[in-house]
């Protein structure tokens, strides 16, 4: 029996069995045993697991979700589509074992943000339809603990020790799908606890907001929050809705009638501003195409590095231009002086920061709201002061709110055309990370993405405004610093020079930011200290043709591959919108079809080292 061990049993992992599944009947001939190990529930894993608040939610819309290739899918293996989210929801959940889980299922729409219980369910029954699709005779085992040592050579089949027990799994082939990792809190983390142990303070460092300990966070305190992204919107609504506190809607406008558990969250970060909100309209222009501009196979046919901000992003941002442009001219042709085919063969011509496109701009675009700007998009309040925090704090709500508004009414669906070629930008973005020849990269370019793509739904900005209102939560400003002394966390930014916040509690609202040399995962740390792993940019490296491991001495084990963020072949998200060609889709058949070729011609060697 052909023995594969998966690594993580989120997801990624269920996409992998259904690729295996999928690709088997060409590939390899007979069953597979398959082992998942996994703290959490297989299929839905850590993130999506069902043991969380039902106030969180998804920020995508539940047509844009899907966990099933389709004809967009440009890979070897057969395609097999099935439902998306939405379809599932109103198809197949009505079957799904928990009560609560039909009734937010049977309330969800197309363009609805389901709950991420709901979200959990759809993937465990994913997981269910690809582990019945393997080869007959085929067996799945499930073991929830955490793999913390992997043993053996290139020749021989592999040992996978697990914390709760003596005795390792051996294995053909292990694929580690490990997801998003913790990390070793940095010495800065490790002194503000300190520091607020020492004076009775609270900290929370960066940790996924569900599972973060709220509890010391004490009610009626002030508190800082560092970071404006989904980590601080899932944090006020556990601070606030979750202590009791209830929305109401009065004529037009949201309330927030609070229970008196409530902190004093006073919130701000580099920008300053919340993410943008998710669009909740469709395109009313031509659909979008695939890119044009930027494409990483170009980028990589001559010789040399590619610098991201010399060569790759001029090109990224003139695509996404193109695709808010084209929603622009074809969607709303009377804001504009020239027909789309006009524009459109001028925009090719020219560079994206020429003076020549600035004058294209100028000349078809009566409007100057309607001119795409990417500096005074990523720092959209740089440069604005106020006197007094009142004055600040009304300007940061009426920003807010038209950002609402912005996201909700069809007359900016440019920014959808915006959003779709991001995407593809995204996806082309990830091959050129792969090749290993990008250079310049700081995390500025998946901060933006977040930043832009990857907001709340927009009425959870509307619940910030109802607190904003309501007194739970104030804007500190763009560049926000803060300061241990006194005995309390001081905070300010440059938005209100002079206004100086004191408060009893500091919370870092964002995602541990993993690194190779700072893991908190056992396993990985002990393919380090085996030199079993090289670290390219805290990143695990991996072929890139098939993601296999590569070891300190620059070889790959055919026995070992990994997929997901912590590596070199990075592909973060494991479920995808519809129809955009999903570079973890890609990569998954990649994976299972190396995998599959790997057993059918290996010569079973039961020896093990």
């Known amino acids: 029996m052909n023995v594969v061990v998966l690594v993580g049993a989120g997801p990624r992992a269920s996409g992998l069995i259904e690729r295996i599944a999928a690709n088997a009947p060409e590939l390899l001939d007979g069953p597979v045993e398959v082992h998942l190990v996994d703290p959490f529930a297989a299929g839905s894993g850590r993130v999506w697991r069902h043991e969380q608040s039902p106030l969180l939610r998804m920020n995508s819309m539940a047509e844009d979700v899907t966990m099933f290739t389709d004809s967009s899918v440009v890979c070897d293996g057969p395609v097999r589509p099935g439902p998306s989210l939405a379809e599932w929801a109103a198809e197949l959940s009505a079957a799904d074992p ?9 309330a969800v729409e197309p363009t609805s943000f389901p709950s991420r219980r709901v979200q959990g369910a759809y993937l465990k029954w994913f997981h269910r339809e690809a582990v019945a699709a ?32 003596s005795e390792p799994l051996v294995a053909d082939v292990v694929v580690l799908a490990l997801g998003h990792l913790d990390t070793e809190p940095s010495p800065e983390h490790l002194k503000m606890a300190d520091y607020a142990a020492e004076h009775g303070l609270a900290y929370l460092p ?38 009791g506190g209830a929305f109401v809607r009065i004529g037009d406008e949201l309330h927030y009638a609070a229970s008196g558990r409530e902190p004093r969250l006073h919130v701000g970060s580099r920008r300053g501003v919340p993410y943008h909100s998710k669009t909740g309209y469709r395109l ?5 195409g695939a890119p044009t501009f930027f ?24 695509e996404i231009a193109h695709g ?11 804001r504009v002086s020239v027909p789309w085919p006009e524009f459109a063969a001028r925009f090719a011509a020219l560079d994206w920061y ?89 995390g500025w370019w998946h901060g933006f993405f977040s930043y832009f793509a990857s907001g709340p739904p927009p009425d959870r900005l509307e619940e910030l405004l109802a607190l904003a209102r309501a007194g739970v939560v104030s804007f500190l400003g763009a560049d926000t610093w803060v300061e241990a ?34 893991t908190a995962d056992p396993l990985l740390r002990s393919l380090v200290a085996a030199g079993d792993v090289s670290d390219v940019r805290g990143l695990v490296e991996v072929d890139a043709e098939d993601s296999r491991i590569v070891d300190a001495s620059g070889v790959p084990h055919p026995r070992r591959f990994a997929v997901g963020p912590y590596t070199t072949n990075k592909a973060y998200a494991a479920f995808a919108r519809p129809r955009t060609n999903a570079p973890a889709f890609r990569q998954n058949d990649e994976v299972a079809r190396a995998l599959l070729r790997f057993l059918a011609v290996a010569e079973v060697d039961e020896s093990v080292a």
């Open 485 to 518: 002394e006194d005995g309390v966390f001081l905070a300010g930014s440059a938005s209100v020079p002079g206004h100086v916040v004191r408060a009893r509690g500091l919370i870092e609202a964002r995602l541990p930011v993993h690194s190779l040399e700072h």
């Open 284 to 288: 009313r222009g031509e659909p979008p």
């Open 354 to 442: 020429g003076a020549e496109m600035r004058e294209l701009e100028r000349s078809a675009l009566p409007r100057e709201s309607d001119v795409l700007d990417f500096e005074r998009l990523d720092r959209p309040i740089d440069g604005v002061t106020f006197a007094t925090p009142e004055g600040f704090q009304q300007f940061l709500r009426a920003y807010v709110a038209a950002d609402v508004e912005r996201r909700s009414s069809a007359e900016h669906s440019a920014d959808l055309g915006a959003f779709l070629a991001l995407l593809g930008v995204y996806g082309q973005f990830a091959v050129l990370a792969a090749s290993g020849r990008l250079v310049g990269d700081d």
């Open 295 to 318: 494409r990483a196979a170009e980028l990589l046919a001559g010789d040399g590095v590619v610098d991201f901000r010399r060569d790759a992003w001029p090109l990224m941002a003139k």
């Open 98 to 106: 928990d009560a609560g889980v039909r009734a937010g299922s049977a």
């Open 324 to 334: 808010y442009y084209r929603e622009l001219f074809t969607g709303h042709p009377t």
């Open 206 to 243: 960066p940790d996924y907001t569900a599972d973060a300990d709220l509890s010391s966070v004490p009610a009626g305190a002030d508190v800082v929050v560092r970071g404006m992204g989904l980590a601080f919107v899932d944090l006020a609504v556990l601070l606030a809705e979750g202590r």
């Open 134 to 165: 393997l080869p007959p005779g085929s067996s799945v085992h499930v073991h929830p603990t955490k793999v913390v040592r992997l043993t053996g050579s290139p020749q021989v089949r592999q040992r996978v020790w697990l914390a709760d027990r």
